[in-house]
C-alpha cells in the first residue's frame, strides 16, 4: 500500500493550523478576562490592590500564551522545511471559517502547486 504524502502532509498542517489558531483564541480569551476584571473594578470602586495577585496571574499566564504561540510558530517553519526535506513541494493553503466564532482553518484545504 501506498502512502500519498501531500494527504497525510495536508493532516498534520489541518492540525497544525487548529493548534495555532487555538493559542491564538487563547489568548484572545485571557486578554478579555484582563479587561473584564479591570472594569470590574473600577465599577465597583475597589482599591487597585483588591484583586492585584490575579492581575499579575492573568498577565502571567498571557506572557505563557504568548510563548507557546512563538513555540507553534516556530514548529510551523521547522515543518515547512521537514516537509521539503521528505519531498512534497505542494503548497498547503488554509481556508478561513466566514464569521469571527469559526476563524478556523477548514478540514478542506485547497493545494497550490
Not at 49 to 73: G, N
Not at 97 to 113: F, N, S, W
Given at each position: ?41 473600577q ?12 492581575y ?11 510563548t507557546?504561540?512563538t513555540?507553534m ?41
Amino acid at each position: 500500500m501506498t502512502v500519498d504524502k501531500t494527504h497525510v502532509a495536508q493532516g498534520v498542517a489541518n492540525q497544525l493550523w487548529t493548534a495555532e489558531n487555538a493559542v491564538d483564541a487563547a489568548m484572545v480569551e485571557a486578554s478579555k478576562l484582563m479587561t473584564d476584571l479591570m472594569q470590574a473594578r473600577q465599577e465597583l470602586r475597589l482599591s487597585a490592590v483588591v484583586a492585584d495577585p490575579a492581575y499579575a496571574k492573568i498577565a502571567e499566564a498571557i506572557s505563557a500564551l504568548s510563548t507557546a504561540r512563538t513555540a507553534m510558530v516556530d514548529a510551523h517553519n521547522e515543518l515547512a522545511e521537514a516537509k521539503l526535506r521528505v519531498g512534497i513541494r505542494t503548497k498547503l493553503i488554509g481556508i478561513w471559517g466566514k464569521d469571527a466564532d469559526q476563524a478556523l482553518y477548514t478540514p478542506e484545504m485547497k493545494r497550490a502547486v
